[in-house]
């Protein structure tokens, strides 16, 4: 079991890498000139030469790699240019949280949503119930995010004013209010995964009731619910997790287009405004971290197979 936990975190360590040298150089490759944007339309070649040797763009980019990767491992991630703030600070404190927070809600909403409907669906299948669950299943997961949040937003908030439009309050500050502003982002964010967990837990459970166990479950006289919510869903838990990990990219994709049609302070906005002003050092954070939450949940997912299915455990 050891080894296959440092196998996995040297597999980790490894892609990490790998993302960062890709990210880094591709950004160097981007058009946009990040100095021109901070000295504004009027300028002179010296204060231009200045400014790109203070911020160290004036060297090869192998030896801007390796000072970025070096300060960016003892915390040291720079300073934004036109926000003038620590990017630690920015990305790490601020905006980190913000999007774990609407992640956590998203994932939570769909599960909670998605497992009985795929139950249901599963249990009575072929039936009207089962083919109303899949075609509602099918349609959110081809509704843009985007499109949904300003639908959302025009129904619940706009015309019956239920909820805020926008903005974002830390639900450790205040339990109910955080809820209040999170309730829309997370319903537009979790619609697509809803469809999916419906879709895969439908699947999965019709493959599963079908087993022996199953049919040696009933022979044994114990109640149908038993049956399904116990022997049955529990053994859809792998799969399940293996999908939800695998969708994370998804989820922080979607975590873009959701936080910029909320106004959510989190990673994607903060992207998205670091690319539209070519700060390509608080870019190269968002995108590392991203890549880290990614890896590290795939990395928990391997990790969590042995306490899913106990089968797995005398082989680790």
Partial sequence: MLRQ???????????????????FSLLKLAPGDPVQILLGSEYSPEAHASIMHELGLDRPVAQQYLTW??????????????????????????????TLTLAACALALAIVIGVPLGVLSAVRKDTVWDIGVASWALTVTAFPSFFLGILLIW??????????????????DDMLKGIHHMILPAMTLSTYFVGMIV??????????????????????????????????????????????????????????????????????????SAVLGREYVVVQAGVMMTATLFILVNLLVDLSYPFLDPRLRARS
């Fill in 69 to 98: 990767a070096a300060n960016f491992m003892t915390g040291d991630w720079g300073t934004s240019y036109i926000a003038r703030v620590d990017i630690f600070t920015y990305a790490f404190v601020e905006a980190l949280p913000v």
């Fill in 5 to 23: 936990v440092f196998s996995k975190i040297a597999q980790t360590l490894v892609v990490l890498f790998i993302v960062s040298v890709a990210s």
């Fill in 155 to 172: 129904v619940f908030a706009v015309k019956f004013g239920l909820f805020p439009v926008m903005g974002f309050v830390a639900p450790w």
């Fill in 199 to 272: 879709r895969l837990t439908r699947a999965t459970l019709i493959e599963v009731m079908e087993q022996p166990y199953i049919a040696a479950a009933r022979a044994r006289g114990e109640p149908e619910w038993r049956i399904i919510w116990v022997h049955g869903v529990r053994n859809i838990a792998m799969p399940l997790a293996t999908m939800l990990g695998l969708q994370l990219g998804a989820l922080l994709q979607g975590a873009v287009l959701t936080e910029t049609v909320f106004n959510l302070p989190g990673i994607g906005q903060m992207i998205t």
